[in-house]
């Protein structure tokens, strides 16, 4: 059945490639993107990709509740809607704890509100596994304890209650999704991730010392209590998180309210940065070099998730292994050196 979705970030890395699928699946779709980290060309890809233009766009800030009602005024009925809006920067928000608050809290409330006013109560929100802190105990379930050590997760973490309390307040069905490392790209080349400047997160470091753009790796730190002493993450590709994402709100419109959900969206397989890094390699043939320097301020040992829930409730579980995940990411490096803003 075609549904009316409302995008909040939908021209980001995991919105633009939810856009994809759902585009695929025939739904219809309205992005609010300002488009503070992301281009408009990644939308014209997505529509060209798909083969489909029931893409309207409306540019505008998810903390503005006149831009959020021009969003559900753009057409008919919004069926549900898909928060990904949002600042993701964990050195960033230690940073600047008030501008996390305001863009993720703040931003989500201005969005509940219109959503209040429109008549639409059904979410599917982007939490994080940077959630649960730094546990001890795997693989992680959701029902154990979050513990949220910086202002990134911390906001994830009121966002989430904000929505479970709305679920005891009304009529609203919300399923806070707390994704692990989503990393690759579809594997088209055409749309992937652009981070602005020098890159935070392993997977694009990587890629881009692959291309030359960086000399090596600099892997922080070899002296966790892991078997080879590097962080483990559980990485899964983009578009199995894209998946999900149409899973879940397909769910969500199904079930009578109020209805509230918290699923992990990982693959429940590890991976050291030592395992990514051969992977890689041995996925494209390359040589990644790399030094071990300090651990970085913030990172945990180890995030490994039980994706069980999602299996159960969703009929969702990750299929795309390590290989896709560096196949796909280093073909979309290849084809777009300087992302959506330079020549191609
Ligand atoms: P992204 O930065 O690529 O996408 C976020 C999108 O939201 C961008 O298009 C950006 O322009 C837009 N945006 C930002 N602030 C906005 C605002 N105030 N109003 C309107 N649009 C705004 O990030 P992503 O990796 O696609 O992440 C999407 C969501 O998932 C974020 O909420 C992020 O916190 C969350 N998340 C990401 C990861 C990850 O590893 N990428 C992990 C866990 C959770
Ligand atoms: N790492 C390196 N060198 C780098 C970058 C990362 O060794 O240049 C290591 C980190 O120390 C960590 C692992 O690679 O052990 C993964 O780091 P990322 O920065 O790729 O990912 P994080 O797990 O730190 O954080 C990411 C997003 C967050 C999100 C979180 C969980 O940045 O927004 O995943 O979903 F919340």
């Not at 001890?136 to 959701?142: D, V």
């Not at 940065?273 to 494209?284: K, P, R, Y």
């Amino acid at each position: 059945m075609s549904r009316r979705v409302l995008i909040t970030g939908g021209a980001g890395f995991i919105g633009s490639h939810t856009c994809l699928v759902l585009l695929e699946q025939g739904h219809e779709l309205v992005v609010l993107d300002n488009f503070d980290n992301s281009s408009p060309e990644a939308l014209r890809r997505v529509q060209e990709l798909a083969g489909s233009t029931q893409l309207t766009l409306v540019e505008g800030d998810v903390r503005d509740a006149s831009a959020v009602d021009k969003a559900f005024g753009s057409g008919g009925a919004v069926d549900g809607v898909i928060h990904f809006a949002g600042l993701k920067a964990v050195g960033e928000s230690v940073g600047n704890p008030l501008l996390y608050w305001d863009v993720n809290v703040n931003g989500s409330r201005v969005l509940a509100a219109a959503m209040e006013r429109h008549g639409c109560r059904t979410l599917v929100f982007s939490s994080t596994s940077t959630a649960y802190g730094e546990p001890e105990t795997f693989p992680l379930r959701e029902d154990m304890p979050t513990a949220p050590v910086h202002p990134y997760a911390q906001t994830k973490v009121a966002v989430e209650q904000m929505l479970a309390a709305l679920c005891r307040s009304g009529p609203w069905r919300v399923a806070s999704l707390r994704y692990f490392n989503p990393v690759g790209a579809h594997p088209s080349g055409q749309i992937g991730e652009d981070p602005m400047g020098i890159p935070n997160n392993l997977f694009p470091f990587i890629t881009q010392v692959a291309a030359g753009r960086r000399e090596q790796l600099r892997i922080f730190g070899q002296d966790y209590p892991t078997p080879d002493g590097t962080g483990i993450r559980d990485y899964l590709h983009v578009m199995d998180l894209a998946e999900a994402h149409g899973k879940a709100l397909e769910h969500l419109l199904q079930q009578p309210t109020p209805y509230s959900l918290t699923l992990n969206i990982g693959t429940g397989r590890g991976l050291s940065v030592l395992e990514v890094v051969q992977g890689f390699e041995a996925a494209t043939g390359l040589t990644i070099p790399y030094e071990v320097v300090e651990r970085r301020p913030g990172d945990v040992p180890r995030l490994e998730a039980c994706p069980q829930t999602a299996q159960i409730v969703l009929g969702w579980s990750a299929r795309r292994t390590l290989e896709e995940m560096c196949r796909d990411g280093w073909a979309w490096q290849q084809a777009n050196p300087s992302g959506y803003r330079g020549p191609t």
